[in-house]
């Protein structure tokens, strides 16, 4: 199994980012993919997660109406769209795929800063 993520970056206040995971080694389209997160200090926690078929999503509190999980199956490939960033979104995001055992990428930072 290899995740590996992409998009982050160094960003403002308000504006949009969007995460990428490329999947592989495994049944991508049979199994539900996650994001999580882990500012410094903290300990990670669960952001977005989407089923199988990409029909059903679940949102931490924190990020409802501002972040979009979605994933095609054809690419083997899950996104999250990230808007009205705020400083507190400051973290490394990791795509976590649980087939069965968790398996996480490497990470990729976001930095919401004026």
């Known amino acids: 199994v290899q995740l590996v993520e992409s998009g982050g970056g160094l960003v403002q206040p308000g504006r949009s980012l969007r995460l990428s995971c490329a999947a592989s080694g495994f049944t991508f389209s049979r199994y539900v993919m996650r994001w999580y997160r882990q500012a410094p200090g903290k300990e990670r926690e669960l952001v977005a997660a989407?089923?199988?078929?990409?029909?059903?999503?679940n949102y931490a509190d924190s990020v409802k109406g501002r972040f979009t999980i979605s994933r095609d199956n054809a690419k083997n490939t899950v996104y999250l769209q990230m808007n009205s960033l705020k400083p507190e979104d400051t973290a490394v995001y990791y795509c976590?795929?649980?087939?069965?055992?968790?398996?996480w990428g490497q990470g990729t930072q976001v930095t919401v800063s004026s």
């Open positions: 976590n795929a649980r087939v069965p055992d968790d398996y």
């Open positions: 989407i089923g199988s078929a990409g029909a059903s999503t």
